[in-house]
């Protein structure tokens, strides 16, 4: 069992930076593929980045990329998510999950999920 929990969800301007954690905690496996999610109001839930602990290719969404970047602490054992010239589209609450086999832009792929935590970028 593998338990998630965000946090660093916050108010920021447009343009600036914030940095989202989540910490896991249980048994934790190699294998698992690690992703975040976010989800804004009258919105389905969207694929924002994604890869492996045991290393590879890492994924993003076009929406994000060249401005969020996702990486991981293997001894703290927690996945950050880097976001930086944040835009008001941006404003969701994001989610941390946690697949015991490949990684996937679908939520349905994701067995493990957190509770979310709030961005909200202000202009």
């Known amino acids: 069992q593998v338990q998630l929990v965000e946090s660093g969800g916050g108010l920021v301007q447009a343009g600036g930076s914030l940095r989202l954690s989540c910490a896991a905690s249980?048994?934790?496996?190699?294998?698992?593929?690690m992703g975040w999610f976010r989800q804004a109001p009258g919105k389905e839930r969207e694929f924002v980045s994604g890869?492996?602990?045991?290393?590879?290719?890492?994924y993003y969404a076009d929406s994000v990329k060249g401005r969020f970047t996702i990486s991981r602490d293997n001894v703290k054992n927690t996945v950050y998510l880097q976001m930086n010239s944040l835009k008001l589209q941006d404003t969701a609450v994001y989610y941390c999950?946690?697949?015991?086999?490949?990684?996937?832009?679908?939520?349905?792929?994701?067995?493990?999920w957190g509770q979310g935590t709030q961005v909200t970028v202000s202009s």
């Open positions: 249980g048994r934790t496996f190699s294998s698992y593929a």
């Open positions: 890869f492996r602990w045991s290393g590879g290719i890492t």
């Open positions: 999950a946690a697949s015991p086999r490949r990684v996937s832009n679908l939520d349905r792929d994701y067995d493990y």
